[in-house]
């Protein structure tokens, strides 16, 4: 099937045709949640199975979707929007706080977020992985997303004098793979340690990375 049907508009059951299909579509979303990031994984589930988790027809499938493929696209990008969500909430709380202060702030809503649900976790960092050129791109242009955050964090902490002026580019690159990385091992039970303790650990990569050994702030 290479694209989708017409879905039919009016209203049904005093509900338009438009909040029809978005109650369709989450209902497909929580579904692959379930069986996506647990079992039988993206690549042991079928449009039949999932429509059948989601108490829909396959019809009605092909209504919202193309394939899986576009589900699990749809689902990554989900997951990464509500960890994003929180994050730029704590940090709008975090408004005036010490460098070490704020950073404790961002890292524990990002870790709280994406940890909260194994699933998201499995969606982000394994089932995302190695499924299509296009899959690639997208994971790979949220995580630019986060980086562009910590950037943001950087320059802005340089402008205040909390931190070394350079650019921050490759260091943010790399510390937001230790992030994903720590994240993951921790959430798979690798990590023997607990999750303050983790973002303690990611806060204290952060200063090392904006204060380098010998840099003091200017006198105010």
Not at 130 to 148: F, Y
Request: no cysteine; aromatic share 8%; hydrophobic share 45%.
């Amino acid at each position: 099937m290479t694209g989708r049907l017409k879905t039919p508009t009016g209203r049904y059951g005093g509900r338009t045709a438009e909040e029809r299909q978005a109650e369709r579509r989450r209902r497909f979303l929580d579904a692959a949640l379930r069986l996506f990031g647990g079992t039988p994984g993206y690549r042991g589930t079928t449009v039949a199975a999932l429509s059948q988790a989601a108490g829909l027809s396959t019809r009605q499938f092909y209504e919202e979707f193309r394939g899986l493929e576009d589900v699990l696209a749809a689902l990554h990008l989900q997951v990464n929007d509500w960890a994003e969500e929180a994050v730029l909430d704590a940090l709008a709380s975090a408004e005036g706080l010490p460098l070490a202060e704020r950073a404790a702030v961002l890292f524990r809503a990002y870790a709280r977020g994406v940890t909260r649900d194994p699933r998201r976790i499995r969606i982000t960092f394994v089932e995302i992985i190695g499924v299509s050129p296009h899959l690639e791109e997208q994971r790979l242009a949220r995580r630019a997303r986060w980086i562009d955050l910590i950037r943001a964090e950087a320059d802005a902490a340089v402008a205040r004098g909390d931190a070394a002026p350079r650019d921050y580019r490759l260091a943010a690159t790399a510390f937001i793979g230790s992030v994903n990385g720590l994240l993951h091992d921790w959430s798979a039970g690798w990590v023997d340690a607990t999750l303050d303790e983790v973002v303690d650990e990611l806060v204290r990569l952060l200063l090392g990375m904006l204060r380098p050994e010998g840099w003091r702030p200017a006198a105010g």
